[in-house]
Structure formats: C-alpha cells, structure tokens
Nanobody, 122 residues
Framework: QVQLVESGGGLVQAGGSLRLSCAVS????????MSWYRQPPGKQRELVAA???????DYADSVKGRFTISRDNAKNTVYLQMNKLKPEDTAVYYC????????????????WGQGTQVTVSS
C-alpha cells in the first residue's frame, strides 16, 4: 500500500507560476512511471505530463514549453513546474504512479493522489 500526498496548488494570476509536488510513502515498493493528470470543471481527466523511471518525459501539446515534470527518486517525489499559466489551466491536478510491490513480483500497480486545485485568474 502506498500513499500519495499532493501539495502546491492555489490561486495565481495568468502568466504566473506554481510548483506542484507529490510525495509517495509506503513500504516494499518501487516506483516506475509517475505522471500528472488534470480535470477541468465539467470535463474529463486528461494526461498533462509523464516521466519514466529512466527520466524520459512526455507532455500534452497544450502544456509543452510551459510545464516541466521532474522526479526525485531519493525522496519518492514527483514535481510539476508550471510557468506562464493560463486560465484554461484551471483544474484539479492529480498525481498518478505505477509501482511494483516487492511482495508481488511481476505485477504493476497504480495509485492516485487526492488532487490539488489550481485556479488561474485572467
């Protein structure tokens, strides 16, 4: 069992920046991929950015050049640096991970954070 705790959301003016963090805790696990999703009001959840265990990254077209995903493996934490924020970035942002449990070799598991609100005013 792992727990994900997100932080860093808030209210910011358009053009501003925020940095989201997602800290993972638990025991007997190894994190593989980490990603950030978001769910705008009245819309479906969508992938924002992802990072593999090897550090390869991928971004939604709408955030390329503005957002940067990174991870600190020693701290089991993933970050999302969001610059040049736009009102359309307003959403609840969720952290997601795929991980291995040492007690269940060969299986991958997924887990979600509770979400953090990001609101960008125009």
């Amino acid at each position: 069992q792992v727990q994900l705790v997100e932080s860093g959301g808030g209210l910011v003016q358009a053009g501003g920046s925020l940095r989201l963090s997602c800290a993972v805790s638990g025991s007997r696990f190894s994190i593989n991929a980490m990603s950030w999703y978001r769910q705008p009001p009245g819309k479906q959840r969508e992938l924002v950015a992802a990072i593999t265990g090897g550090g390869n990254t991928d971004y939604a077209d709408s955030v390329k050049g503005r957002f940067t995903i990174s991870r600190d493996n020693a701290k089991n934490t993933v970050y999302l640096q969001m610059n040049k924020l736009k009102p359309e970035d307003t959403a609840v942002y969720y952290c997601n991970i795929y991980y291995s449990n040492f007690l269940v070799p060969g299986a991958d598991f997924g887990s979600w954070g509770q979400g953090t609100q990001v609101t960008v005013s125009s």
